[in-house]
T-cell receptor, first 111, second 109 residues
Framework: KAGVTQTPRYLIKTRGQQVTLSCSPI?????VSWYQQTPGQGLQFLFE???????NKGNFPGRFSGRQFSNSRSEMNVSTLELGDSALYLC??????????FGNGTRLTVT | QKEVEQNSGPLSVPEGAIASLNCTYS??????FFWYRQYSGKSPELIMF????GDKEDGRFTAQLNKASQYVSLLIRDSQPSDSATYLC?????????FGQGTRLTINP
């Protein structure tokens, strides 16, 4: 089975721009979660989607949004980028309450 | 109080010794617990998961769960330099999965 696939792997954007990150979960996994990780920080939970519905949301501003499609693929969007948004963005999928499986992440740099 | 707490370390252990990583959680309703290893610049990878009180062993790794004390631990026997990484503990509550901040482990040759 293929693992969780995130695209792109690296991204450089300028302040004020917007960005869309993509995640394809493991086949059969209907739950997709997104995390932000900055240097020295733990995993900061962004949101979780299940069957195209947002099931949980972390404490991030409205600039961060996401969605999930009928094939369980998910996208995350960040608008009006700030320097502090530079981070590793991780997507993870799971089946039921089984362990999360993480993708390789998208490293976003905002200049 | 954080929902899942870990000592951030760094925890320094000599090669060949036992590394002991600890985690406490606040949600008594948490039912399952996970340990992930994360190398610098990489994504977390699952090491172990445990659902029942007691010990669960997998190779050099042993996860221990004590629900009465709300305590989870990970033991790494015969520590190797390749075990040097950050270890993340996660607890699955009724509503959400919560991660700790991670413990940075360094194995000294």
């Amino acid at each position: 089975k293929a693992g969780v696939t995130q695209t792109p792997r690296y991204l450089i954007k300028t302040r004020g721009q917007q960005v869309t990150l993509s995640c394809s979960p493991i086949s059969g996994h209907r739950s997709v979660s997104w995390y932000q990780q900055t240097p020295g920080q733990g995993l900061q939970f962004l949101f979780e989607y299940f069957s195209e519905t947002q099931r949980n949301k972390g404490n991030f501003p409205g600039r961060f949004s996401g969605r999930q499609f009928s094939n369980s693929r998910s996208e995350m969007n960040v608008s009006t980028l700030e320097l502090g948004d530079s981070a590793l963005y991780l997507c993870a999928s799971r089946q039921g309450l089984e362990p999360l499986h993480f993708g390789n992440g998208t490293r976003l740099t905002v200049t | 109080q954080k929902e899942v707490e870990q000592n951030s370390g760094p925890l320094s252990v000599p090669e060949g010794a036992i590394a002991s990583l600890n985690c406490t959680y606040s949600d008594r309703g948490s039912q399952s617990f996970f340990w992930y290893r994360q190398y610098s610049g990489k994504s977390p990878e699952l090491i172990m998961f445990i659902y029942s009180n007691g010990d669960k062993e997998d190779g050099r790794f042993t996860a221990q769960l004590n629900k009465a004390s709300q305590y989870v631990s990970l033991l790494i026997r015969d520590s190797q330099p390749s075990d040097s990484a950050t270890y993340l503990c996660a607890a699955q509550g009724a509503q959400k999965l919560v991660f700790g901040q991670g413990t940075r482990l360094t194995i000294n040759p």
